[in-house]
């Protein structure tokens, strides 16, 4: 029913670099943290990166990409982004994004959120 649509995936070498784009169809966007998840062909979701509604608030990294992901928004524009430097091979996933309603300190588990978009392949080659 409440649609969130990702785009910016494709294909890369190794240590480049991409950024993903996520714009939500809600309305109160502002009052929504939002995250990224990715999936791997066999392996469960993952969570990559979280950010809150305020600024100071909830902003969390799985450690796999700690220094090399950040996650940003732009509430005027119904947006998230997710900037992904120095991509590895490990990297190559169909990328998700997420939002729940209201404010966490910490939330990087699937079911922590209610909406999800369709996912974009990203994949990283050697």
């Known amino acids: 029913q409440v649609p969130l649509v990702e785009s910016g995936g494709g294909s890369v070498k190794a240590g480049g670099s991409l950024r993903l784009s996520c714009v939500a169809s809600?309305?109160?966007?502002?009052?929504?943290?939002m995250a990224w998840f990715r999936q791997a062909p066999g392996k469960e979701r993952e969570f990559v990166s979280g950010?809150?509604?305020?600024?100071?608030?909830?902003?969390g990294y799985g450690d796999s990409v700690k220094g090399r992901f950040t996650i940003s928004r732009d509430n005027a524009k119904n947006m998230v982004y997710l900037q992904m430097s120095s991509l590895k091979a490990e990297n190559t996933a169909v990328y998700f994004c997420?939002?729940?309603?209201?404010?966490?300190?910490?939330?990087?588990?699937?079911?922590?959120?209610?909406?999800w978009g369709q996912g974009t392949q990203v994949t990283v080659s050697s």
């Open positions: 950010i809150g509604i305020r600024s100071g608030g909830f902003e």
């Open positions: 809600l309305s109160m966007i502002r009052y929504l943290t």
């Open positions: 997420a939002a729940r309603d209201g404010g966490v300190s910490s939330a990087a588990r699937p079911s922590d959120y209610e909406y």
